[in-house]
């Protein structure tokens, strides 16, 4: 999941140039930092380990979906911390451009580097977070998926419409991600990983859907809100014993 998730964001890094790229006059500088940290973050996944090891040992192919597996607690669980988790992650791309948005009335010249940023932190911290969370508990982990839900919620404290504050509340954020992607690991031991994938997308749509059809000011909020919510139902599924009985 690690290097997956490395591999994604190594191509995103790309995706944030090219935003920069078309918002600076000094292309001919622009082009070459591209290329710098493109190379770079090559440099970096080439000695990366394989996750042959951790697929022998937790096999999950040629399983089918059934009812009994479908319908119960611990599906349920999963399904707003896929929620959760959705939120998170397309935050950098639904909620602080329209805060941005909301302030400067344009996306600023910076947000390119913004979203590279993101990226970068998850191809250089990825490997090294996920060790340092990997013995939590589900708990445990949930408890870093609030947090990242939390700051979604309060772009206004780090002063997300100029450049060190969106600075400060993207790293925040991107570290959250790095480590709930720990979450996956445990979704794939409790064989639930593709209900959990099903509503990380219906988590960024949620998101996109708020972004664009509400008042920028609500926004934030109400992601907040609604994530929190979800994850204290899949807290309560775990603590009071029914996830163990699923």
Request: glycine share 8%; aromatic share 16%.
């Amino acid at each position: 999941a690690s290097w997956n998730k490395i591999a994604i964001n190594a191509g995103a890094i790309f995706s944030g140039v090219v935003v920069a790229f078309l918002s600076i006059n000094d292309k001919v500088y622009t082009l070459f930092g591209a290329l710098f940290i493109i190379f770079c973050s090559a440099l970096f996944m080439l000695p990366g380990k394989s996750n042959r090891d951790f697929i022998d040992k937790h096999p999950i192919a040629n399983k089918r979906l059934s009812k009994a597996r479908l319908f119960n607690y611990r599906t349920l669980a999963w399904i707003f911390i896929g929620i959760g988790m959705g939120m998170v992650t397309i935050a950098i791309f639904t909620v602080l451009p329209q805060y941005m948005m909301s302030y400067h009335h344009h996306l600023s010249s910076w947000y390119g580097w913004i979203i590279s940023l993101n990226s970068m932190i998850i191809v250089f911290f990825q490997v090294p977070i996920m060790r340092l969370v990997g013995r939590f508990s589900i708990c445990q982990a949930l408890l870093i998926l609030v947090l990242g839900i939390i700051i979604i919620g309060i772009p206004d404290l780090f002063l997300a419409q100029y450049f060190l504050g969106a600075v400060m509340w993207v790293v925040c954020l991107s570290f959250c991600e790095c480590a709930i992607s720990y979450l996956d690991k445990l979704s794939i031991r409790d064989d639930t990983f593709f209900i959990k994938e099903l509503c990380f997308g219906i988590g960024s749509g949620l998101a996109v859907l708020f972004s664009r059809g509400l008042h920028w000011h609500h926004v934030p909020l109400l992601l907040a809100v609604v994530g929190l919510f979800g994850v204290a139902i899949s807290f309560y599924i775990i603590s009071s014993g029914l996830y163990e009985r699923a």
